[in-house]
């Protein structure tokens, strides 16, 4: 039970992040990702933001359905992995953040998942 609010809680980061990206202000989305200010003015990095929010909210929206839907214990589990996976990914390529936001309760998760088996 633990784990499935921990999951929901992941989806749900997810769904910030993806708003952050998308709509947030230059100075929100440079203190949440680790961005110079000035840099978010590049449009081109604008762009290529909002298309990871979309990708971003599309994960927090499939984490929701999976978990609404009773998805199996498997189905989760590489789910939550696929999200550590990703936050290992960014915290090695942009800020060492992006493992305790992001990867880090997603590692719980599965964690937890596991013990409950």
Do not use: C, D, R, W
């Amino acid at each position: 039970m633990i784990s499935l609010i921990l999951i929901i809680i992941v989806a749900l980061e997810h769904l910030l992040f993806g708003y952050i990206e998308m709509f947030g202000a230059t100075g929100l989305q440079a203190k949440a990702f680790g961005f110079e200010e000035a840099e978010l003015k590049n449009k081109t990095l604008q762009v290529a933001l909002s298309n990871q929010g979309i990708y971003n909210v599309g994960l927090g929206l499939l984490i929701i359905a999976l978990t609404i839907a009773n998805a199996s214990i498997p189905v989760l589990s590489l789910t939550m992995i696929f999200v550590v996976l990703v936050g290992i990914y960014g915290a090695l390529t942009v800020t060492k953040k992006i493992f305790i936001v992001q990867a880090l309760p997603a590692l719980i998760s599965l964690i937890l998942l596991f013990l409950s088996v």
